[in-house]
Nanobody, 126 residues
Framework: QVQLVESGGGLAQAGGSLRLSCAASGRTFNTYTVGWFRQAPGRERDFVAAISWSAGNTYYADSVKGRFTISRDNAKSTVYLQMNSLKPEDTAVYYC???????????????????WGQGTQVTVSS
């Protein structure tokens, strides 16, 4: 397993942008599929986006498709989530998660990931 640390959260206005980073430890990061999830108060942890270990496939929740972009830099052991056209409903704690060789087809389930970061707060004001 890898250890993950998120950064880049903060306060943004509606229509604005933020970029989250997920930095991982370990030398085998390029074998891990990485996902982003978010959790608002009183709600379940929801899938946002994922990128496969080979970086050949990405997958997005319908609610963020066309606004958010996930990417990875294996040389830096980091995955990014570029969030544009932010909406107040994007407000949540954002978590990154990683699982070795996880198929992109099953990334929506949090239970399929064993490594998690501590989360970073994103607040979007209207």
């Amino acid at each position: 397993q890898v250890q993950l640390v998120e950064s880049g959260g903060g306060l943004a206005q509606a229509g604005g942008s933020l970029r989250l980073s997920c930095a991982a430890s370990g030398r085998t990061f390029n074998t891990y599929t990485v996902g982003w999830f978010r959790q608002a108060p009183g709600r379940e942890r929801d899938f946002v986006a994922a990128i496969s270990w080979s970086a050949g496939n990405t997958y997005y929740a319908d609610s963020v498709k066309g606004r958010f972009t996930i990417s990875r830099d294996n040389a830096k052991s980091t995955v990014y989530l570029q969030m544009n056209s932010l909406k107040p409903e994007d407000t949540a704690v954002y978590y990154c998660a990683a699982e070795q060789f996880l198929r992109i087809g099953i990334v929506q389930q949090p239970a399929n990931f064993r490594s998690w970061g501590q989360g970073t707060q994103v607040t979007v004001s209207s």
